[in-house]
């Protein structure tokens, strides 16, 4: 394990090309593993089905969070697309493991969408009804679910205490919710809700712009248009929309996976 991992060093040795690219996600993975606290977390994730993702991202959290409290006093980081609350708990685990302190809101309906169970009327609705074919298309069905208690559970097995995050609960293209947090700034924002193109474009307008100056995107699935040869790349549709990041003021500057993280130029 390297002794002295940050981010910046990981961004300074970083090329987007195939080789480095299958190599990161592969040594990303091993180092999860080389710590006890995320294996673990990770183990119980994936043992449940309380997330997504691969166990490279649990490393590569590990030193997100090491590198906002080193730049920003007690970080606010922010979650769109909470789930189960693997994120969200993994961000307080490290916090609480490694003496951190950090402020964590998710967005979250705390519900699902379910996709209907008659193949008939799966096909009726996505021939009628756009939205229905938009989510189809890129993975935006989850279960009916009680979400908030599978996330308490979640918080208790790692004795991590739930009432210190904030959850806003409702979809993050709602007025209600945009109101809600639009005065507010976020050091890091990680966008993983609607994966529909217009749902990312939104979320992306909506929210880049509560980043601080030198604050950290951290878009999911978002590696389709990427090389690599050995980790899954992610919605075609979320890439896309990435694609108008740069417009929005912030340069890309490492990629795990289907994890792309950029940041805020500072004007
Ligand atoms: C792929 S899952 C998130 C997984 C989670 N980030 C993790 O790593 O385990 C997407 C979640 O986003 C939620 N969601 C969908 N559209 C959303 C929106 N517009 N705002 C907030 N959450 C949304 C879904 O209900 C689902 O819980």
């Known amino acids: 394990m390297f002794m002295n991992d940050s981010l910046m060093r990981r961004v300074?040795?970083?090329k987007n090309t195939a080789e480095h690219n299958d190599k990161l996600h592969a040594e990303f993975s091993q180092l999860t593993q080389s710590i006890p606290f995320l294996a673990q977390h990770r183990k119980h994730i994936e043992t449940y089905n309380l997330g997504f993702g691969d166990s490279a991202f649990h490393y590569m959290w590990y030193?997100?969070?090491q590198h906002?409290?080193?730049y920003f006093p007690q970080p606010s980081l922010l979650e769109i697309g909470v789930f189960k609350g693997q994120v969200i708990s993994l961000w307080s685990l490290i916090a609480a493991q490694l003496a951190l302190e950090i402020s964590v809101t998710g967005i979250s309906p705390l519900k699902g969408n379910p996709q209907p169970k008659s193949l008939w009327l799966y096909r009726l609705k996505a021939f009628t009804n756009p939205k229905f074919y938009q989510d189809s298309r890129s993975g935006n069905f989850y279960a009916d679910e009680d979400y908030y208690s599978i996330i308490s559970n979640l918080f208790t097995t790692f004795k991590l205490n739930l009432s210190d995050i904030r959850i806003i609960?409702?979809?993050s293209n709602s007025?209600?919710?945009i109101n809600s947090i639009k005065n507010e700034k976020f050091c890091l924002i990680y966008i993983d809700g609607d994966h529909s193109y217009k749902g990312v474009v939104e979320d992306l307008k909506n929210y880049s712009n509560l980043l601080e100056n030198n604050g950290l995107l951290v878009m999911d699935d978002a590696s389709y248009y990427l090389p690599g040869r050995?980790?899954?790349?992610?919605h075609k549709t979320v890439s896309r929309a990435c694609e108008i990041i740069p417009k929005l003021g912030l340069i890309n500057i490492l990629n795990i996976g289907h994890n792309r993280i950029y940041k805020k130029l500072n004007f």
């Open 230 to 234: 050995t980790f899954w790349k992610g």
């Open 63 to 65: 030193l997100l969070v």
């Open 169 to 171: 609960k409702g979809y």
């Open 175 to 177: 007025l209600p919710v």
């Open 68 to 70: 906002l409290t080193k």
């Open 12 to 14: 300074d040795d970083y």
